[in-house]
T-cell receptor, first 115, second 112 residues
Framework: GQQLNQSPQSMFIQEGEDVSMNCTSS?????WLWYKQDPGEGPVLLIA?????ELTSNGRLTAQFGITRKDSFLNISASIPSDVGIYFC???????????????FGKGTLLTVNP | DTGVSQNPRHKITKRGQNVTFRCDPI?????LYWYRQTLGQGPEFLTY????????KSRLLSDRFSAERPKGSFSTLEIQRTEQGDSAMYLC??????????FGPGTRLTVT
């Protein structure tokens, strides 16, 4: 099946630093989603991207939809301790009748922020 | 509206027992999804409902698993004769027909 490859697998940074992570696929996606998951909780949607080349911000978070439609990037500026968590990229694939609803997720990037 | 809710949040059961989880989606969302997440992995799709109709099931969903959404509102996921390999976080999500999926907090299942 389709796989999303996220890198890095983990990051350990100091509070205030900027962070970059990315997600690549061998297949084209028409939508890229970025979720954050805290321990013991469900994923929370951060940013949704719908168009190749699109750059979208949500507070200190900025994500880009790659031109090839096979990758996406997430940047976090001026990190704070509550940014700690696992960041997942995801994209909808497949489905009967042409509708895309099955989300495929990467394995996540674990972010640790040292105060 | 408070988002997607799931109950229970944690369940510990002995191998061979049956368990049932409940998901209450966001009220205006007619699509409901179940995913399973194991340690170190992203969520994996299990099944999907549009209103009360179950439209697709993943091959991950063995015949010991059954999901229902009888009135097109809440959904239940039942696992019969649980096995240790069923230990995972079971996540529910909901969406509008055109829109992104919003996840609940999950049910953590531990099979001993």
């Amino acid at each position: 099946g389709q796989q999303l490859n996220q890198s890095p697998q983990s990051m350990f940074i100091q509070e205030g630093e900027d962070v970059s992570m990315n997600c690549t696929s061998s297949s084209i996606f028409n939508t890229w989603l970025w979720y954050k998951q805290d321990p013991g909780e469900g994923p929370v949607l951060l940013i949704a991207l719908y168009k190749a080349g699109e750059l979208t911000s949500n507070g200190r978070l900025t994500a880009q939809f790659g031109i090839t439609r096979k990758d996406s990037f997430l940047n976090i500026s001026a990190s704070i301790p509550s940014d700690v968590g696992i960041y997942f990229c995801a994209g909808p694939r497949g489905g009967s009748g042409g509708s895309n609803y099955k989300l495929t997720f990467g394995k996540g990037t674990l972010l640790t922020v040292n105060p | 509206d408070t988002g997607v809710s799931q109950n229970p949040r944690h369940k510990i059961t002995k191998r061979g027992q049956n368990v049932t989880f409940r998901c209450d989606p966001i009220s205006e969302h007619n699509r409901l999804y179940w995913y399973r997440q194991t340690l170190g992995q992203g969520p994996e799709f299990l099944t999907y409902f549009q209103n009360e109709a179950q439209l697709e099931k993943s091959r991950l969903l063995s015949d010991r698993f059954s999901a229902e959404r009888p009135k097109g509102s809440f959904s239940t996921l039942e696992i019969q004769r649980t096995e240790q390999g069923d230990s995972a976080m079971y996540l529910c999500a909901s969406s509008l027909p055109v829109g992104e999926q919003y996840f609940g907090p999950g049910t953590r299942l531990t099979v001993t």
